[in-house]
Structure formats: structure tokens, C-alpha cells
């Protein structure tokens, strides 16, 4: 196995290994595992791996999660389809860390490119990490303490607003209201102080006005993604990445229509945020 950065804040490319290599050999995957906490995204090129595996690779990692609003994969219903077709366009295109609108939000998910398109369709990740250790002290004093509200609703209000979308959603909506996080979780390996709000799903920061909430939530949003902060991830066909939720933000670049984009998605269960 060979590892070599991809960026300085996050970020590592992972080869040498095939998935099925890393869910027989435990001494392996502990490697891998370790690799992960410690770059929080990791990424496998020419992983030609059918979806039995790649949902084994995943469990090796965990509990799965699965999403109220995606198909599966038939013999392997731990896999998610999350599929962009110019009739049916990619809606989400912000910067987010996956489903923080459950009380216990995912800690890894991990994505298998099987339709790229021939340019475009990029994604983006961020280390929360390392932007709270870039902030001043009287700013982290100020932040620890609070607390914020995640809402599926605020998430998925362009689906909600689709034709029959509040009647097909209705049930998720009702089973998921929105629930209160930390602002500055402290993640459960590393113990490292993250930032853990995102534009896609935080409403609004408890305790402050309004006016201060929409402030200090704008600042830290654009702070999350400063560049020295990111990596960037050209896909190809059988590309693997997996990210630790706990502890990134991730964003898709929807610049790729109108060609057809596939990908099998995999959510590993979290805890609760503290």
C-alpha cells in the first residue's frame, strides 16, 4: 500500500490495494483506517469492484445508514444510486456534511464513480479541522459554547418543491424535525476541535438573534472554505473516495450537464455530536 498526499489540510491518495484486499486483511484495513482519521478523505483509483464488494469494503468501517430520499442497488441494498441525467439534474450543489439533520449524523461516507462524465463533475472537500485551528482564541471561546438547528427540510426544499414533492416527502419530513448540534464538535478518534455547521442544512444558531446567527454563520461558512483548506478530486471511472463526516464539509461541482453522471454511495452510521 502506498500513500501519498493530495493536499496540505486533507487528503491522500491511496494505492497499491483493491477494496476486496482491504476487507480480508485486518491489519490492512487498520492501516487504511488510520489513514483516514488522519487525512479525512482518502481516495482509490481503479477500483474495479462490483457493488457486493464495495458495500463489504464500507461495513468494514461500520454500521450502514441509510437515506430517505435514494434508490439501492438491487443485491446490494447498503448501496445508494445517486444518479444525474438531463432529465433529472443534480439539485444539491453547496458546500455540507451528509444528513445533519439526524440526531446522529453519518461519520463516513464513501463514493464508487460508475458514469463520468467526459468533463466537469468535480467534488470539493474541506477540513473543519483545520478551520477551527486557524481561528483567533476569543473566537473559538466565543463559538465553543453554542449550539445550532439542522433541518431536513431547509436540505431538501428544492425536492420539497418539485411537483408532488411534499406529498412523496411527507414522511421523511415528519420523521426528521430539526435537531440541535454543537457549533464546535470534538471528534470521537482524533479529538480534534472541528467546526460543524454547513449551508445545506443549519438554520440558524440557538441563543443568538437572528441578525447575529445569519452573521457569525456567513463568516464561518466562508472561512470553512478557505482554499488552504480544500482538496479537489477529478473523477474517473471506479474511483473510490471515503470522508469522514465528523470532521470535512464536501461540495459537488454541477458543471458537467447535460451528461449523465452515476455514482454508488455508502453511509457509515455516526454518533451523537459533542
Known amino acids: ?37 488522519d487525512h479525512q478523505v482518502l481516495f482509490f483509483r481503479d477500483q474495479n469492484a462490483p457493488a457486493e464488494v464495495f458495500q463489504a469494503f464500507a461495513r468494514r468501517f461500520g454500521e450502514i ?27 444539491i450543489e453547496v458546500w455540507h456534511s451528509d444528513m445533519t ?30 478551520a477551527f485551528d486557524e481561528l483567533s482564541q476569543p473566537m473559538k471561546a466565543f463559538l465553543e459554547p453554542l449550539r445550532a438547528l439542522n433541518d431536513f427540510r431547509f436540505g431538501f426544499k428544492e425536492s420539497l418543491a418539485a411537483p408532488g414533492g411534499e406529498e412523496r416527502l411527507a414522511s421523511t419530513v415528519a420523521a426528521n424535525p430539526p435537531v440541535s448540534h454543537p457549533v464546535i464538535r470534538t471528534h470521537p478518534i482524533s479529538g480534534r476541535k472541528v467546526i460543524y455547521v454547513n ?9 443568538l438573534s437572528d441578525h447575529e446567527s445569519r452573521e457569525i454563520l456567513a463568516f464561518l461558512y466562508r472561512h470553512i472554505v478557505t ?19 465528523r470532521s470535512t464539509q464536501h461540495k459537488p ?22
Open 1 to 37: 500500500m502506498q500513500l501519498n498526499k493530495a493536499a496540505g489540510a486533507l487528503g491522500a491518495h491511496i494505492s497499491g490495494v483493491a477494496l476486496a484486499d482491504i476487507v480480508s486483511d485486518e491489519s490492512l484495513f487498520e492501516n487504511i483506517h488510520r489513514a483516514l482519521i
Open 199 to 207: 449551508p445545506l442544512f443549519t438554520t440558524k444558531i440557538e441563543d
Open 253 to 274: 461541482v454541477n458543471d458537467f450537464f447535460p451528461q449523465h453522471r452515476r455514482m454508488h454511495r455508502v453511509t457509515i452510521a455516526g454518533d451523537q455530536p459533542r
Open 65 to 91: 445508514e441509510a437515506h430517505p430520499a435514494y434508490q439501492t442497488v438491487a443485491g446490494a441494498p447498503d448501496v445508494q444510486i445517486l444518479e444525474s441525467t438531463p432529465e433529472n439534474p443534480s439539485k
Open 227 to 245: 482554499e488552504e483548506f480544500t482538496v479537489r478530486l477529478n473523477w474517473s471511472v471506479n474511483t473510490v473516495a471515503i470522508w469522514d463526516n
Open 101 to 130: 439533520f439526524r440526531p446522529r449524523p453519518p461519520a463516513l461516507s464513501l463514493l464508487h464513480g460508475q458514469i463520468i462524465p467526459a468533463f466537469g463533475g468535480d467534488t470539493l472537500w474541506a477540513s473543519a479541522a483545520a
